[in-house]
């Protein structure tokens, strides 16, 4: 993306991804198809984004991070994104670290931050069960106190990544839904977090049969009196709702900051395949407008979601008033996962029957792209959170 209005700092840390990227480059292709045939996310792409230091900017210098900012992983995102190697994980370990920073101990924060900045080690977050996904307040997995901690009992599903992540944050309930209903006590009282190792006796954890993203697959996690120490709370008990709630913003930035980044590497194609593809005489078909003109809209969709995504994430890191950034991070990641979506749609029409053929890597972004209107958080809760909060419309569920 255009980098004329980028602070001195903010372009450094785009050409440390794009030194990253070139690194990478010569071995682009064996890694789309780690991703896509072997449904893989290719460790050497984390290594090197953890040795440029490019995981740690959400994370103090005191706690061996770089303490840039939710702008800087804004920036590095859109790089990776825009080759088709975005990272859920990456954006799942920086969510439980802020949690971690956010309601952690200091004894916590010095034993899980710095290896997180370091990149040695990755997280899983549980909070979605077969029953509850957008309405996360009726998760039924329990964590009841024991001597010395709590034991958890229950199920999750569609969790990403938990085959390489070395630890799993899981919301689970220490006052169970059915007692807070009873009590007259707010939904969102009653939840707890915990930082579960993926070893942890009692915890199995099975793949699901979806369409993998970035290389990351999905799983259930079944939880049968999985024992979790004292220390491996994060948060205050009953109340990790509010650390859920202070990652929500940046979980929607850096969302948005990879449909940004998805649109570009569609562009990029869609661009390149027009410039060169002859139908009729010697006219490339990027010159025809049916062509141009949809490539054309689709850029300027994508430069309103990315400086959308900016105010936000700066917004975000000059400490503004949640709900303030809460109106733009949400409407950054609408508008740039149904960008990328048309976005990914135009460049397979753009390369005709091409776009169909594997070794383009256009047919299988579908599928990526797509998520992004429905995870981690779908379209629809996005217009919710905006006719409510910045409409003062009455909320209808
Ligand atoms: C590939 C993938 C990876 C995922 N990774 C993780 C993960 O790592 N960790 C994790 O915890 N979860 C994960 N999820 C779960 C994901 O966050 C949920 O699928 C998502 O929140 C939607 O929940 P649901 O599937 O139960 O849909 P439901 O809650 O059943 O909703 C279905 C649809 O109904 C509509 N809808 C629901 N409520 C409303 C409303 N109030 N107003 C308007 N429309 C509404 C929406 O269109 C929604 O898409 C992942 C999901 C996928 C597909």
Redesign the pocket.
């Known amino acids: 993306m255009e980098r004329a209005f980028l602070t001195p700092e903010q372009a450094a840390v785009v050409e440390a991804a794009e030194t990253v990227m070139d690194r990478l480059r010569p071995r682009h292709r064996e890694y789309l198809r780690t991703i896509f045939e072997e449904q893989r996310f290719p460790e050497e792409v984390w290594e090197e984004m953890a040795r440029a230091g490019l995981l740690a900017a959400m994370i103090p210098e005191e706690y061996g991070g770089s303490g840039l900012g939710l702008t800087a992983m804004a920036l590095v995102m859109e790089v990776f994104s825009r080759y088709a190697l975005s990272n859920t994980l990456v954006l ?1 370990t920086t969510m439980d670290a802020m949690a971690i920073l956010n309601g952690g101990t200091e004894a916590q924060k010095r034993r899980w931050l710095p290896p997180i900045a370091a990149g040695r080690i990755k997280l ?5 069960e077969p029953d509850a ?3 996360t307040f009726r998760i039924r997995t329990v964590a009841r106190r024991v001597d010395g901690g709590y034991r958890l009992n229950g199920q999750k599903a ?3 990544g938990v085959d390489v992540a070395d630890g799993i944050l899981v919301v689970a309930r220490t006052v169970p839904y059915a007692d807070v209903v009873a009590q007259g006590l707010p939904r969102q009282y009653g939840l707890s977090l915990f930082l579960v190792d993926r070893t942890a006796p009692g915890l199995r954890y099975q793949a699901m049969e ?1 369409v993998g ?1 970035e290389g990351f697959r ?1 799983f259930q996690l079944f939880f049968d009196d999985v024992e979790v120490e004292e220390d491996r709370r994060i948060g205050p008990e009953h109340e990790g709702v509010r650390l859920l709630f202070e990652a929500l913003n940046p979980e929607r930035i850096i969302g948005a900051a990879i449909g940004v980044g998805m649109t570009g590497y569609c562009l990029d194609k869609a661009v390149a395949y027009a410039k060169e593809r002859r139908v009729f005489g010697d006219t490339p078909t990027g010159a025809y407008q049916a062509v141009q003109h949809p490539l054309a809209r689709i850029r300027i969709l994508q430069e309103a979601a990315w400086m959308l995504t900016l105010r936000a994430a700066e917004g975000f890191d000059r400490r503004l008033d949640p709900r303030t950034v809460g109106a733009w991070a949400n409407m950054a990641k609408y508008l740039a996962a149904e960008t990328a979506f048309e976005a990914i749609d135009r460049a397979i029409q753009t390369h005709g029957g091409s776009g169909f053929v594997k070794d383009y890597y256009l047919v299988q972004m579908l599928a990526p792209v797509r ?1 992004l209107k ?5 379209n ?2 996005i217009l ?1 959170y905006v006719a409510e909060n910045v409409l003062g419309l009455p909320r ?2």
């Not at 429905?374 to 779908?378: D, K, M, Q, Y």
């Open positions: 799942l899983a977050f549980a909070i979605t996904g957008t309405n569609w969790i990403t979806t993203i999905q998520l429905t995870a981690p958080v779908n629809e809760m919710n209808s569920y």
